[in-house]
């Protein structure tokens, strides 16, 4: 499967805790982006990376949550301290252009 | 700031029905518009997309047109099957690489 690929798949964590989720985008894909999804809403932006580098993080992304992609490759979502608020769908996406992202299945995550 | 609002669900249909769903559109430049469908346990998927004006997107007998004037993006099917129930999400990019999305609206074909 050459699709983009996301880990783990569901996360059921205490409040308080850390989490961190993977992305491995398409390979070749230079661009890599965050999104987050709550029951009944449409993703929403987090963050960009063109190659290793992140262009542009929400103001959804709090202190709490920092993101990287080391080598231009994978890249991980970490959330620290972890709030009920917190619970939802991660997305991943990518592209090699500006026009078309493909997005892996997505990280649930449950905070208690 | 951009936006997108969608027509809200969820919509029932029948085998053979004519689907619309409305998608209106706010931005400040000339954004490419897209839908894309969610099928339940699986991640988004691009159904089609239009990038500039008049343009019309279609595949899998889905089609939308892109109309500046009116700011709109409607996806429409002349016949949906049962393999059509899933959520759809009209977005639009404005820019480089930021998509905005609709809420999504739930569409649920019977046989």
């Known amino acids: 499967d050459t699709g983009v690929s996301q880990n783990p798949r569901h996360k059921i964590t205490k409040r308080g805790q850390n989490v961190t989720f993977r992305c491995d985008p398409i390979?070749?894909?230079?661009?890599l982006y965050w999104y987050r999804q709550t029951l009944g809403q449409g993703p929403e932006f987090l963050t960009y990376f063109q190659n290793e580098a992140q262009l542009e993080k929400s103001r959804l992304l709090s202190d709490r949550f920092s993101a990287e992609r080391p080598k231009g490759s994978f890249s991980t979502l970490e959330i620290q301290r972890t709030e009920q608020g917190d619970s939802a769908m991660y997305l991943c996406?990518?592209?090699?252009?500006?026009?078309?992202?493909?997005f892996g299945p997505g990280t649930r995550l449950t905070v208690l | 700031g951009n936006s997108v609002t969608q027509m809200e669900g969820p919509v029932t249909l029948s085998e053979e029905a004519f689907l619309t769903i409305n998608c209106t559109y706010t931005?400040?430049?000339?954004?490419?518009l897209f839908w894309y469908v969610q099928y339940p346990g699986e991640g988004l998927q691009l159904l089609l997309k239009?990038?500039?004006?008049?343009d019309k997107g279609s595949n899998k007998g889905f089609e939308a047109t892109y109309r500046k004037e009116t700011t709109s993006f409607h996806l429409e099917k002349g016949s949906v099957q049962v393999s059509d129930s899933a959520v759809y999400f009209c977005?639009?990019?404005?820019?480089?690489?930021?998509?905005?999305f609709g809420a999504g609206t739930t569409v649920t074909v019977r046989a």
């Open positions: 390979s070749e894909h230079n661009r």
């Open positions: 931005a400040t430049g000339y954004p490419s």
């Open positions: 996406a990518s592209s090699s252009t500006s026009v078309e992202q493909f």
């Open positions: 977005a639009l990019k404005d820019g480089d690489y930021k998509l905005s």
């Open positions: 239009a990038t500039k004006a008049d």
